[in-house]
């Protein structure tokens, strides 16, 4: 079982930089995938970003290629999204997720356990 809790969201201008950040529980973070997805409203949830279990390999939506990063610290069980040059649309809720696959997944259905979220809102 793994519970993850999301942080670091917030309202910023366009242009502006966020962090975001997804703290787990449970002994197994390290054997995990793990993903970030968004969702707006009245829309569908979106894949980002995904980053295997050792942090070497990563995937990115084309959407987010070059704005945003993800990374993890397996020794603190932290995922990161570090958004860059930030967009009115890229205001939604933004997930963390775990896969048990031993590799990532962008389809949101191969991810086991979700974080609450946590809201992004960008003025322009």
């Known amino acids: 079982q793994v519970q993850l809790v999301e942080s670091g969201g917030g309202l910023v201008q366009a242009g502006d930089s966020l962090r975001l950040a997804c703290v787990a529980s449970g002994h197994t973070f390290i054997s995990y995938a793990m993903g970030w997805f968004r969702q707006a409203p009245g829309k569908e949830r979106e894949f980002l970003a995904a980053i295997d279990w050792s942090g070497i390999s990563t995937d990115y939506a084309n959407s987010v290629k070059g704005r945003f990063t993800i990374s993890r610290d397996n020794a603190k069980k932290m995922v990161y999204l570090q958004m860059n040059s930030l967009k009115s649309e890229d205001t939604a809720v933004y997930y963390c997720?775990?896969?048990?696959?031993?590799?990532?997944?962008?389809?949101?259905?191969?991810?086991?356990?979700w974080g609450q979220g946590t809201q992004v809102t960008v003025s322009s």
């Open positions: 997720a775990a896969s048990r696959r031993t590799g990532f997944s962008r389809n949101s259905n191969d991810y086991n356990y």
